[in-house]
């Protein structure tokens, strides 16, 4: 295993439209988030706002110390707040930074119609291409932590980057640099696990949470962002994650055997058209008779 502290370098960037072109790959990147050192002062929330460039909007208030409903086109980060009764009766106040999962098997990309429009990096980074985007929303029924928003200005989708262009240069994304508390953590994939594991046992062990784990759901080939949480048999005490997310079943067989079914029914269609020409020749159009007024 790699040093937890090891220096993130020659991370892949950028390529543009064609996924992978052009990138070294020295490991595959992913951020902790340990929601038990969360203290909910949406830093990050700011920092991602200012670094992508999007204004600050009114927020809505909801009964919660949350600044949003949900996440937003223009607000790819969001602290969720649960306030979650425990066995013994008493209030946990559950926070959970939501954004971007940046699956290894992304449903949006299964889904997308738009060559470009979604890519992954050979770093695992899953980005968006709005200049191809067809504004479909196809990729919002292809996740299943209902993360893509559209803009209904530009038509079209979007979602946090895990701020590919400052890993391309070498840079923790925003969120990380402004979190005070330890909170969030970035590096490989494999640094960030047993960093989690390293946690989630600590929890165990010295501080009562019998159930604590780390949430890397393998139903989407495992993820990007990866979470430590008090109880990791309770995910959707936090703010709505899914316990065992899915692909949708109806994506898989869209873009999977009805595709090929479609494009066997297609090939069998030229060839039987190819089989009657040659058999009975091409088409005759007979010229009009005498006194049929006009009729072939």
Known sequence: MSQATLAI????????????????RDYQVAKLIDTTTCIGCKACEVACLEWNGYT???????????????????????IKFNE????????????????????????????????GAIVQYTNGIVDFQQQNCIGCGYCVSGCPFDIPKFNPTTKKMFKCTLCSDRVSQGLEPACIKSCPTGCLHFGSK???????????????????FEKAGVYDPAGVGGTGVIYVLHDVTDPEAYGGLPKDPHIPWVVRFWKGPAKWIGNLAMLFGVLGVTLHYFRYGPKEIHPPKNGDGGKP
């Open 9 to 24: 370098k020659k991370i892949s960037g950028h390529p543009g439209p064609a996924p992978g072109a052009d990138v070294e």
């Open 56 to 78: 600050f909007t009114e927020t809505t208030f909801d009964n919660s110390y949350q600044t949003m409903p949900s996440t937003a086109w223009n607000y790819w980060n969001l």
């Open 84 to 115: 979650h009764e425990r066995e013994d009766g008493t209030l946990q106040l559950l926070m959970r930074k939501d954004q971007c999962m940046h699956c290894a098997d992304p449903g949006c990309l299964m889904a997308c119609p738009a060559d």
């Open 190 to 208: 494999e640094d960030m696990t047993y960093l989690a594991e390293s946690r989630a046992k600590q929890l165990r062990e010295n501080f009562g």
